[in-house]
């Protein structure tokens, strides 16, 4: 299980990160991503804190632990500006919170997202063939999610992807203990999103390629 969307108390997880990964070693997890929530007021503080974290928890060998962010509810003007700026802070996995339909974000948050230098657009909801064919072109992600709520679209977002052959990842988008998943049940919520078995191996491979393609 490759899971690059989680929470932490750096912003409304309910785990410090060494809980975070303790579990997640236990569910059988290769690799995590610590993505706390993000904009203008906070970056500067949680990005440099969790690479340092992140550095220390991988050193133990057991599991990658990336550093990340999910910058959200960011007016789409600021999301291009306040990528830059995570990366040069060193978050490896980017994410932005896309328009669910279970949250008020602000329309145009998606479009703006997969033309900045991002590497997955969160729970987009019903996403456009404009979004996709431009997250195509970028190779960005589109995320299939195992979250209360936000995965109300996720059959939606699959065959907006097949449409236009945008890579899916699986994300759980944890923010306590139970939202944590083995791999037997994601593959389970990705065929009921109406993912095939070779599709569901492929969105496993895309998230390992996303890793290959960072250098982690």
Do not use: W
Request: negative net charge; contains cysteine; glycine residues 8%.
């Amino acid at each position: 299980m490759i899971d690059l969307h989680t929470h932490t108390i750096f912003s409304d997880g309910e785990l410090v990160p060494s809980e975070l990964v303790r579990r997640a070693v236990d569910k059988g997890y290769q690799a995590i991503a610590m993505t706390d929530h993000a904009d203008l007021s906070n970056l500067d503080f949680i990005v440099p804190r969790m690479v340092k974290v992140c550095k220390q928890l991988g050193e133990a060998g057991a599991i990658r632990v990336l550093p990340g962010i999910e910058l959200t509810h960011v007016p789409p003007a600021h999301i291009g500006e306040l990528a830059k700026e995570a990366r040069r802070l060193g978050a490896q996995i980017i994410v932005v919170h896309g328009e669910t339909i279970v949250e008020p974000v602000k329309e145009g948050t998606n479009l703006a997202a997969v033309a900045s230098d991002i590497d997955i657009l969160a729970h987009p909801g019903l996403v456009t063939d404009e979004v996709a064919v431009l997250a195509a072109k970028n190779g960005i992600c589109f995320e299939v999610s195992t979250r209360k709520g936000h995965s109300l679209t996720n059959g939606h977002v699959v065959r907006c992807a097949r449409k236009h052959d945008v890579p899916l990842v699986l994300n759980t988008d944890s923010h306590a203990p139970g939202d944590l998943v083995t791999k037997g049940f994601a593959r389970m919520v990705a065929a009921g999103a109406g993912l095939g078995e070779d599709e569901i191996d492929r969105m496993y491979q895309n998230a390992e390629q996303l890793l290959r393609r960072k250098h982690f």
